[in-house]
T-cell receptor
Framework: DTEVTQTPKHLVMGMTNKKSLKCEQH?????MYWYKQKAKKPPELMFV???????INESVPSRFSPECPNSSLLNLHLHALQPEDSALYLC??????????????FGPGTRLTVL | KNEVEQSPQNLTAQEEEFITINCSYS?????LHWLQQHPGGGIVSLFM???GKKKHGRLIATINIQEKHSSLHITASHPRDSAVYIC???????????FGEGTQLTVNP
């Protein structure tokens, strides 16, 4: 099983809403990632979890709050977002993010629209 | 100047044409990845290269470490190959992927 799943596929939310994105993998990977991708741009790294601990936060605003409840699950909690936060949010996982020949497996993404 | 440069940005081809997408990078790397992204989002990893050449079906990827250059070739292209192809490198210093801007490929029947 080389699959990373993400739910929901689409999400529309208002600026005052609280919502969560979910990511799951069952490959035994110990690194999990959140990326944000705007249209016609490459993905931008937001967070990296390694062995369930936050290793990288790329100066992401606090209205985005990641959580890694266990080695298979990664959540991204959203609160008080802005319209400019509308984007495709991609989750990825890999065996060990510091491994030189490590390959990241990406999920299908959640298309987020903030009204 | 971006650390990872792809060319062309856009490519339109007729079915069955041989396609080449290029990637040049300016930093020391431990590996280079070719990724495919179809409309609607999900990214698929096609190849990871640290040297030489890899082949999978109609796709071939090569890398020249000395020249800091990689190419992705598609033989006998098909409309289903239409997608964005992204080159990404893993630096020798650090663990993040650095992405190119992507090449939008359209293959017409």
């Amino acid at each position: 099983d080389t699959e990373v799943t993400q739910t929901p596929k689409h999400l529309v939310m208002g600026m005052t809403n609280k919502k969560s994105l979910k990511c799951e993998q069952h490959m035994g990977h110990r690194a999990m990632y959140w990326y944000k991708q705007k249209a016609k741009k490459p993905p931008e790294l937001m967070f990296v979890y390694s062995y369930e601990k936050l290793s990288i936060n790329e100066s992401v605003p606090s209205r985005f709050s990641p959580e890694c409840p266990n080695s298979s699950l990664l959540n991204l909690h959203l609160h008080a977002l802005q319209p400019e936060d509308s984007a495709l949010y991609l989750c990825a996982s890999s065996q060990d993010w510091q491994g030189e020949l490590d390959t990241q497996y990406f999920g299908p993404g959640t298309r987020l629209t903030v009204l | 100047k971006n650390e990872v440069e792809q060319s062309p940005q856009n490519l339109t081809a007729q079915e069955e044409e041989f396609i080449t997408i290029n990637c040049s990078y300016s930093v020391g790397i431990s590996a280079l990845h070719w990724l495919q992204q179809h409309p609607g989002g999900g990214i698929v990893s096609l190849f990871m290269l640290s040297s030489g050449k890899k082949k999978h079906g109609r796709l071939i990827a090569t890398i020249n470490i000395q020249e800091k250059h990689s190419s992705l070739h598609i033989t006998a292209s098909h409309p289903r190959d239409s997608a964005v192809y992204i080159c990404a490198v893993k630096r020798t210093s650090g663990s993040r992927l650095t992405f190119g801007e992507g090449t939008q490929l359209t293959v017409n029947p």
